[in-house]
């Protein structure tokens, strides 16, 4: 699949094409939810989307949360003032899980919906990425991950989502959700549209001193490897698609071999710990004083104040700051939050070893796309678990790409590959050479130039 990049700059646009595209994107939005706002001043430039939780300039971004409404900042992320000065134009903002909790784009006030089929869930958190990335013919997504929510929503919506190395690209401008896990990454319908993006917004920025200016490597050493423990918490039907991915693959000239990963299983744990106990602290600072729901009478009793600020959190919200405050909490952080980052150590050693020979491939869920009345009804601990496939690489900051390879009963599927730090490009040419063969279905393409 080529650059709708270069292609959109190749072509003469028909008079009125932004309105039109405007006009067309707001009439199917109303169906899919896919954007809070839409930019109806865009005049020119190759269109961008960005997550809710990323700050653009005068425009309102509230992290898909109640509490942050009203919230318009004066400022550009990093990201998204680098694509603006660079031929691309804002043309909205996308719905998302509150703060980035959850995994189905349901745990907020503006459900993004499957643009294959709206009965079903879009993913999350970057829910309204994907589904603008699926519906629109020439636009990317700046979107945000903290434990597989570019993957996730992006198999599900049959897009490409890229995750860089941790520290790639800045999250200055970002509202965090855990700062040690948090990457701002890219959705696009092809690997070549993610490597235009990521080559302008990546590198050192002076507000962000985790974001470094380490080389990149372009390594690949024609070898896979499949996680034993990770294909066994894969369903059936996933699994059967996936095994004939594996041997496409093989196809491509890769050999491919299974290992079994000792800690792997205690990603989850680990990463729940984690990231709860940074978004608790994240959080805090939401108590209507300087950010966060503004009860204007200051003369009230503290805490009835405070209580009323913080009741604007959504339930999931509310149970983070608990389980967060409780583990970094001084009585008992040893044995979680300490254990947590102990964890987080060994699986960084001992996946990277891995991946020193090879890619790391996954399924990028372990089931297929659920119907959004089957994931409201999960407890909040089978939630969790879907996240086991997209968890090892997010914890510990290595880049993955989740790509589309197969749409049984008309739905996609997609699959993820991993690999070191900072060998990104490797990760986009794997993805490019997977393209050369196979062509990714849409069911729009909004904004489409004949
Ligand atoms: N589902 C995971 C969570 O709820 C990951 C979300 C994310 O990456 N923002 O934490």
Not at 119 to 137: D, E, H, N, P, R
Not at 400 to 410: E, I, K, L
Request: charged letters at 25%; glycine letters at 8%.
């Amino acid at each position: 699949m080529s650059s709708s990049i270069k292609e959109f700059q190749s072509k003469e646009k028909p008079e009125g094409y932004y309105k039109k595209l405007v006009n067309g994107l707001s009439e199917v939005n109303k169906q899919l939810g896919a954007f809070l706002n839409i930019n109806e001043t865009i005049k020119d430039g190759f269109p961008f989307s960005v997550k809710d939780n990323l700050c653009v300039r005068d425009v309102e971004t509230k992290a898909g949360s109640e509490i942050l409404s009203g919230y318009i900042p004066p400022f550009n992320a990093t990201c998204v003032e680098r694509l603006s000065s660079s031929k691309f134009s804002f043309l909205g903002k996308t719905s998302m899980d509150e703060f980035g909790f959850g995994s189905f784009g349901l745990n907020t006030m503006c459900v993004a919906k499957n643009p294959f089929n709206t009965a079903y869930v879009a993913g999350g958190s970057s829910s309204g990425a994907a589904v603008a990335t699926s519906i629109l013919k020439y636009h990317v997504a700046l979107a945000e991950s903290t434990g597989g929510s570019i993957s996730n929503p992006a198999a599900f919506c049959g897009v490409v989502g890229f995750t860089p190395t941790y520290g790639a690209i800045s999250r200055y401008g970002l509202v965090d959700y855990a700062n040690s896990l948090d990457k701002i990454g890219i959705m696009a319908r092809s690997s070549e549209d993610i490597r235009t993006v990521f080559d302008i917004v990546k590198g050192p920025d002076s507000y962000d001193s985790t974001c470094v200016g380490i080389k990149f490597t372009n390594v690949n050493n024609k070898k896979i490897f499949l996680i034993k423990q990770l294909l066994d918490a894969t369903d059936e039907k996933v699994r059967s698609e996936f095994d004939k991915l594996v041997s496409k693959i093989r196809e491509m000239g890769y050999s491919v071999e299974e290992k079994s990963l000792e800690f792997i299983e205690k990603a989850i744990p680990a990463y729940y710990i984690i990231s709860m106990a940074e978004a608790s602290t994240n959080l805090a600072k939401y108590n209507g004083y300087k950010y966060g729901f503004k009860n204007e009478n200051f003369s009230e009793e503290y805490n009835r104040f405070f209580t009323e600020s913080r009741s604007k959190f959504g339930v999931e919200a509310k149970r983070r700051v608990v389980l967060g405050t409780f583990v970094r909490s001084a009585s008992v952080k040893e044995k979680y939050y300490r254990k947590a980052l102990k964890v987080r150590s060994l699986l960084i050693r001992e996946i990277g070893k891995l991946l020193k020979n090879g890619f790391i491939l996954t399924p990028t869920m372990p089931i297929t796309t659920p119907k959004i009345e089957k994931a409201v009804s999960l407890t909040p601990v089978e939630a969790y678990r879907m996240d086991i496939l997209t968890i090892p690489p997010s914890i510990c900051g290595f880049p993955h790409v989740s790509f589309p390879y197969s749409y049984p009963n008309g739905m996609p599927l997609g699959a993820q590959i991993i690999s070191d730090h900072f060998n990104d490009y490797a990760l986009l040419d794997f993805v490019k050479s997977w393209e050369t063969s196979f062509r990714y279905k849409f069911k729009y393409n909004i904004g489409d130039i004949r």
